[in-house]
């Protein structure tokens, strides 16, 4: 499965942007979907998380309310919608895909594919 992650850029405080992760390869392989993000420093952090078959979703406590995730199994893109963002959320936001097809990990170790990651700047 490769992944690739794309809709980064700069924002304003308070503003919206949305970002997407296309899957091509074996997408039959994909249990789970998620987002996580990560700063200098400081280790990757759970986002969001939705089961490709099933739809579940899965937030961080910090976005919630503010972030939607969602999924287009046609397209096989996975999408974040973030309002009302906040400069605590700039990061690089990376997706990724887990086989699993029971329960829904937030730690990055268990996922299997990774897309390279798109920055997300939020100008205060």
């Known amino acids: 499965v490769q992944l690739q992650a794309s809709g980064g850029g700069l924002v304003q405080a308070g503003g919206s942007l949305r970002v997407s992760c296309a899957a091509s390869?074996?997408?039959?392989?994909?249990?789970?979907m998620g987002w996580f993000r990560q700063t200098p420093g400081k280790e990757r952090q759970f986002v969001a998380a939705?089961?490709?078959?099933?739809?579940?979703?899965y937030y961080a406590d910090s976005v919630k309310g503010r972030f939607t995730i969602s999924r287009d199994n046609a397209k096989n893109t996975m999408y974040l919608q973030m309002n009302s963002l906040k400069p605590e959320d700039m990061a690089v936001y990376y997706c990724?895909?887990?086989?699993?097809?029971?329960?829904?990990?937030?730690?990055?170790?268990?996922?299997?594919?990774w897309g390279r990651g798109t920055l997300v700047t939020v100008s205060s």
């Open positions: 990724a895909a887990d086989r699993r097809t029971f329960g829904v990990s937030f730690m990055p170790r268990d996922y299997d594919y």
């Open positions: 939705i089961t490709w078959t099933s739809g579940r979703i």
């Open positions: 390869g074996r997408t039959s392989d994909i249990g789970v």
